[in-house]
T-cell receptor, first 109, second 106 residues
Framework: DTEVTQTPKHLVMGMTNKKSLKCEQH?????MYWYKQKAKKPPELMFV???????INESVPSRFSPECPNSSLLNLHLHALQPEDSALYLC????????FGSGTQLSVL | KNEVEQSPQNLTAQEGEFITINCSYS?????LHWLQQHPGGGIVSLFM???GKKKHGRLIATINIQEKHSSLHITASHPRDSAVYIC????????FGKGTRLHILP
């Protein structure tokens, strides 16, 4: 299994909602990443988990809260988002080569 | 100045042409990745390089560590190669270039 699976593929939420994005990989990778990508821009790093510990937080607002419950799963909890947070959220894992999920297209109304 | 610079930013070519996309970086790295992203799609890893040259089908990637430069070549380009090609370098984190938008005309 060489896939990174992200759910949901699409999400529309209001500014008062709480939702979660999920990411799963079964390649035994110990590094997992969350990226945010706006249209026609490169991905921007948000968080890095290494061996299930948060190793990099790129000054992301606290309305984004990552969680790594085990070595295969990575969640991104969303609360009180702003319309400017609308973007494609990509999860990736790495044991050397990078593997990306297909992303969650998030729209905040 | 960006730590990873790609050129060109946009490239349109005819089917069958030989394509070269360049990437220069200014930081010390442990590896360089070439990635492909189709419109509305996820990102696929094409190559991971730390030295020399790799080939996969019609794609060739080279890296010169001393010059901090890498190139991605596509031979016999095809319209299905139309995508954004992204160079990313890795040290303690991964730094992305801004991408090269490639459009191959039939």
């Amino acid at each position: 299994d060489t896939e990174v699976t992200q759910t949901p593929k699409h999400l529309v939420m209001g500014m008062t909602n709480k939702k979660s994005l999920k990411c799963e990989q079964h390649m035994g990778h110990r590094a997992m990443y969350w990226y945010k990508q706006k249209a026609k821009k490169p991905p921007e790093l948000m968080f890095v988990y290494s061996y299930e510990k948060l190793s990099i937080n790129e000054s992301v607002p606290s309305r984004f809260s990552p969680e790594c419950p085990n070595s295969s799963l990575l969640n991104l909890h969303l609360h009180a988002l702003q319309p400017e947070d609308s973007a494609l959220y990509l999860c990736a894992s790495s044991g050397g080569k990078l593997f990306f999920g297909s992303g969650t297209q998030l729209s905040v109304l | 100045k960006n730590e990873v610079e790609q050129s060109p930013q946009n490239l349109t070519a005819q089917e069958g042409e030989f394509i070269t996309i360049n990437c220069s970086y200014s930081v010390g790295i442990s590896a360089l990745h070439w990635l492909q992203q189709h419109p509305g799609g996820g990102i696929v890893s094409l190559f991971m390089l730390s030295s020399g040259k790799k080939k996969h089908g019609r794609l060739i990637a080279t890296i010169n560590i001393q010059e901090k430069h890498s190139s991605l070549h596509i031979t016999a380009s095809h319209p299905r190669d139309s995508a954004v090609y992204i160079c990313a370098v890795r040290d303690d984190k991964i730094i992305f270039g801004k991408g090269t938008r490639l459009h191959i005309l039939p």
